[in-house]
């Protein structure tokens, strides 16, 4: 005899009963799940004990890390949040990234990377830094552990693109001895540089090649021009390199008379 009885033919209160009997099931299940969920989020034993920082630290340190972060880490092991905690780490002056993962039973493991300070950035005033990736940062100006950095300067959003021009510039000017030590992008797209004999040089605007070639030919014939003077490359006062056929400069003690001021002198190509 089949004692398997069709579906079809199952009475309706066992039905219910199977029915009921299942939700009672899955209910109870449901239930010792969020038991299990609850003990896990308020049982001490896995409370972020441990957060080991790892990373080429220059300004930082792993103690001071832990101390200031910690703090505002809320949940256990489990609920973390890590985007947060990312977070965290990433206001700490000097963190330009960070990445958090948990280590079981209530750890953390953070990997850090530094800014490295290309120049300064913005007005003397200020404590701004640009990095070698051109993204503008605060610090503290006192930790700073490289002298004679530039100080660059533009519009907000720009540091890219100031940084880049100054690395373009640099090395044009070694034949003249001199080095650049501020570099300025005004709202207009014009540009100006001031050397470490603050002499200020206007470059005016135009693509970078069209700077470069005017600082270039500047460069390249300055000698000549100081030369008939009798004087060096530090003794350039001021230039204006913005002419389609040559510059404009003044040089230090080069007169039109014995108390008349220095004197601006015309170069062509």
Avoid at 26 to 43: I, K, N, P, Q, S
Avoid at 59 to 77: D, I, M, Q
Avoid at 182 to 209: I, P, Q
Wanted: overall charge neutral; some cysteine.
């Amino acid at each position: 005899m089949n004692r398997n009885l069709p579906t079809a033919n199952v009475p309706f209160d066992v039905k219910l009963m199977n029915i009921t009997a299942t939700v009672m099931f899955m209910g109870c299940l449901a239930a010792c799940v969020m038991a299990v969920g609850w003990w896990l989020m308020r049982t001490p034993a896995f409370n972020i004990g441990r957060i080991v920082v790892e990373g080429e630290l220059v300004h930082n340190n792993a103690v001071t890390l832990r101390a200031n972060v910690a703090p505002v880490l809320k949940g256990n092991f489990f609920t973390v949040d890590l985007k947060a905690a990312q977070h965290a780490f990433e206001q700490v002056p000097w963190v330009h990234e960070a990445q958090v993962r948990r280590e079981y039973p209530n750890g953390l493991r953070v990997i850090l990377k530094e800014h490295a300070a290309e120049a300064f950035w913005g007005p003397d005033t200020g404590t701004g830094l640009v990095d070698k990736s051109g993204e503008v940062f605060e610090a503290n100006l006192g930790e700073l552990d490289r002298e004679g950095l530039p100080r660059l300067q533009g519009p907000e959003g720009s540091a890219p693109r100031v940084l880049q021009m100054y690395r373009a510039l640099a090395p044009v000017l070694d034949p003249l001895k001199v080095s650049l030590d501020n570099l300025t992008l005004d709202n207009r797209g014009s540009w100006e540089m001031v050397l470490d004999n603050e002499a200020m040089v206007k470059l005016g605007g135009g693509t970078t090649e069209d700077v470069l070639q005017r600082v270039q030919r500047f460069v390249r014939t300055l000698s000549q021009i100081t030369s008939q003077y009798k004087r060096t490359a530090e003794a350039l006062e001021s230039a204006d390199l913005r002419y389609d056929d040559g510059y404009a400069l003044r040089l230090k003690g080069v007169t039109t008379g014995s108390s008349a001021p220095a004197a601006p002198v015309r170069a062509r190509r």
